[in-house]
């Protein structure tokens, strides 16, 4: 069976532009929210997920290029050596980890991925990386909690979190658990929809003993946008970040746009 997405919330009858930006709005979008917003049950989002029916999420539409994976890649080069061990929840069709491939993260890349047909896809369109990395296909609540404490050197994720049902919080610190290092998030904070579930995420991953140490607004990052908000997180407080030299060097050699 196929879900309709039933992601448009707010107030009836405005054109679909105005109620996103209404919703948006940090002052007045709670507000709304509390009043029109329904959200989606955690079965009907895996299902959909599964398997998107609205010709927005499908597997397809997310294997060409995009600013947004190049944008991640910046980050993580700061961040981790090419020999990290690094974990994407939600990869779909693994496009953020073929960027982290090409430019040299060839060891210990990992994702997780409910959909069958995003990891067939990705076996085709990434072959090379799908062959090297570790791909577990099954929703992040069933694997998560299955990985081993600090087993990942740096976990990301993009456009995930906000989907993950209130009942499902529990993960959030089941990924602090299996982070040895570095947490990045790069999230929808504020957006509302069926399928969407705004958090401040400083205030979550602090809460279960992260340290923030970037925040990084995403309204210039193509495919992301103004309420989207990048964050990395670590486990201690000092300096942590790489000098510039080895991300420069293994985007030079690569001429990956980065």
């Known amino acids: 069976m196929r879900f309709k997405s039933n992601s448009t919330v707010g107030p009836p009858g405005l054109p679909v ?5 209404l919703l948006a709005s940090p002052i007045i979008g709670p507000l709304l929210a509390k009043i029109f917003y329904h959200p989606l049950s955690r079965e009907v989002l895996h299902e959909y997920w599964r398997r998107p029916s609205d010709g ?8 060409g290029p995009k600013e ?6 910046r980050i993580v080069s700061r961040y ?11 990869c779909n069709v693994g496009r953020n980890l073929e960027y982290l491939f090409r430019v040299g993260f060839r060891e210990g890349l990992t994702g997780i991925e409910i959909s ?6 990705m076996k085709e369109t990434f072959p090379e ?7 577990y296909n ?9 990985l081993e404490d600090q087993s990942f050197d740096l976990v990301f994720t993009m456009a995930v979190l906000e989907h993950i049902h209130t009942s499902s919080e529990w993960l959030f610190h089941e990924i602090v658990r299996i982070t040895r290092q570095y947490l990045v998030t ?12 705004p958090r401040n995420y400083r205030e979550i991953f602090e809460a279960l003993g992260l340290h923030q140490l970037e925040e990084i607004s995403c309204k210039e990052v193509e495919g992301l946008g103004k309420t989207f908000t990048a964050r990395i997180f670590t486990r201690s407080t000092g300096p942590t970040a790489l000098d510039g030299s080895q991300s420069d060097r293994t985007n030079a050699a690569t001429g990956l746009d980065v």
């Open 80 to 90: 981790a050596k090419p020999d990290a061990r690094i974990l994407e929840i939600g």
């Open 17 to 21: 532009r105005i109620r996103t930006a």
């Open 116 to 121: 069958e047909e995003a990891v067939a896809l």
């Open 56 to 63: 927005v999420n499908l597997p397809e539409n997310y294997a």
């Open 138 to 146: 099954s929703p992040a609540e069933d694997i998560v909690k299955t």
């Open 186 to 197: 790069i999230e929808d904070e504020r957006g509302y929809n069926g399928r969407h579930f």
């Open 68 to 73: 947004r994976s190049a944008f991640l890649v």
């Open 129 to 135: 990386m799908a062959a090297n990395a570790r791909i």
